[in-house]
């Protein structure tokens, strides 16, 4: 809030604005801001028919100011729901540096009463991110950390969402997340993968569990601001290993266009949905078994297992804790 605004009054209730929404010219207090998110997660839940009244819902649970806030609003919607449930599901990657978050993020779902379920790279792939910096550097791998990390966070939460027997992982990607995506697409080329830039992913069932993205219309900083106003801890911890990345620049470059051009985030994804939706319908990617582990892959081999090749782990922890 700025000195200015403090002499401001929100535009639905007359009590002092603290927002002022650059993109929409809203003027808001701080209840009705928050109000405004919930109504926005319901209405993206609503519009892209996301949950069924008797989900399961898995949420991957980071402990950063994303998966809190959507975590906080799930616990929220659900008890409208009584027939669904909602948990939380963490990988722990295996970063010494980052030993205490852990300890975060149960002091959170302890404070909003749900379950946590937490697992590790350790547990699932047999090696820590740890163990994955030191051999890309050791093997001079053209492959960044996070790169590796990110393929075993997308399978290693598919395996607990599906050990959980979750109906839904729901992902905390804000609306700058997926513009971002959006563009890196765009840039590389990568028609298919663009195509599937939607706030929701079928699954295959008990298999490959649904993915939604209930934060999908909702911009980084209204997030952040959200996030202020929860009485629960964040952890913000930066992790060693994130380096600057083709996102990296997308990102300061959105923003400060953002900053000149107010309402810009919104209106591309709106364009890419439309253009999205207008593409020749991409043949529905088949999924086969991994020939190692048997966890579902595009290819013949999954991602996790080409990690492992790649960096030259064994390929005995994968796939013997694949097929159990
Ligand atoms: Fe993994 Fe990179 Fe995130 Fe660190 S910054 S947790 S290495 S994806
Ligand atoms: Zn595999």
Redesign the pocket.
Known sequence: MNSEMSREQCRQCGRPAVVHRLYSGELLCEQCFQLSIVNAVREAISKWNMLQRTDRIAVAFSGGKDSTVLLSILVEIQQKFPDSEVLAITLD?G?AANRERIDTLNETTRRLGVEHVVSSYEELFSLS?DEIAERAHATQSSLS??AY??TL?RQGLNIVARQVRADKLALGHNLDDEVQSMLMNVLSGDLPRLARSTPVQEGVRHWLIPRIKPLYHIPEQDVALYASYLDLPIHRAR?P??EESLRTEIREWLNAFESRHPGSKFNLTATMGKIISSLPSQPPELIHKCRNCGEPTSGEVCGACLCREELGFSKGGSQERGRR
């Open positions: 990657e970063i991110v950390s996070c990390c990110g966070r992790c290993y994130a």
